[in-house]
C-alpha cells in the first residue's frame, strides 16, 4: 500500500478493528494477563513479557512490523514500561534489540527501538542505541534452539561511543522465543563489563518442538 495513503487512514485497534488511535483498544489491552509472563535467560537475570504470543498482542505486534503501525510501538512501550514498574529492578539504561541496516533500510524503524522509547517515556530511562550488528543474521523463524544460538554467535557488538562498564541494562524485544538472540545481546553487556541485564518483550512465543 502506498505509504502516503496510508498515513490519512485512520488507525483501527489491531486486536478488534474499532477505530483507535493507540492502535491497540482498552478492551483488547484488558484481555492480556494480569500478570507479565516472567523468564530467565542467561546471563539476563529476569525479563518479563505481557503475554503468550496469541491474539490480540500477536496481531498488534505484526502490525507493528509489516503494517507500519508505529503508534503501536508507543501503545505496546508504554504496557511494557508499566509492568517493568512493578518489578524491582534497577538499570541505567533501556537497550533496544539491534536490526541490520540492510532490514531497516527496508522497514524504515526497528520496532524494538520504538517499543523501547515507549518504555523510556514511562520509566524515565534513557534509550540508548548500544548494540549494533556485526553480521547479517539468518531468519530465526523454523530453526531449533541450537540452530538459533549458532545463528546469532557472535552477530552483536557494543556501540564504540557508549560506555557500558558498571552499568546495568533493560533489553528491548518485540518477541522472545527460544531467547537466543536476547542471550546473546546480553552476553555482549556483560563481556563489555556490564553489570545486570534485565529484559522486556512484548510478547513470549513458545517453540512446540523443543
Ligand atoms: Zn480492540
Redesign the pocket.
Known amino acids: 500500500m502506498d505509504l502516503l495513503f496510508q498515513l490519512f487512514l485512520p488507525v483501527r ?6 477505530y ?1 488511535s493507540s492502535g ?2 482498552p ?2 489491552q484488558n484481555k492480556l494477563p494480569k500478570n507479565p509472563i516472567l523468564f530467565s535467560i542467561p546471563p539476563i537475570l529476569e525479563g518479563v513479557a505481557l503475554s503468550f504470543y496469541s491474539p ?1 498482542i500477536e496481531q498488534a505486534i505484526h502490525d507493528l512490523k509489516f503494517k507500519h503501525q508505529k503508534v503501536l510501538g508507543w501503545t505496546l512501550g508504554h504496557l511494557m514500561g508499566e509492568a517493568v514498574q512493578k518489578r524491582d529492578w534497577d538499570f541505567h539504561c533501556i537497550a533496544p534489540v539491534p536490526m541490520e541496516k540492510k532490514k531497516w533500510k527496508k522497514r524504515g524503524y526497528n520496532q524494538s527501538e520504538i517499543l523501547a522509547r515507549g518504555m523510556s517515556k514511562v520509566l524515565g530511562r534513557p534509550c540508548r542505541n548500544i548494540l549494533e550488528v556485526l553480521r547479517s543474521v539468518s531468519h530465526q523463524v523454523g530453526l531449533g534452539r541450537k540452530e538459533r544460538l549458532e545463528n546469532v554467535k557472535e552477530a552483536f557488538g557494543v556501540n564504540q561511543s557508549e560506555s557500558v562498564s558498571m552499568r546495568s541494562f533493560l533489553l528491548v524485544d518485540d518477541v522472545v522465543t527460544t531467547g537466543a538472540t536476547l542471550s546473546e545481546c546480553a552476553a555482549v553487556l556483560v563481556k563489555n563489563g556490564a553489570e545486570k541485564v534485565y529484559a522486556a518483550c512484548a510478547a513470549r512465543h513458545l517453540l512446540s518442538e523443543s
Open positions: 485497534c489491531s486486536g478488534c478493528k474499532i483507535e491497540f483498544c478492551s483488547c490480540p
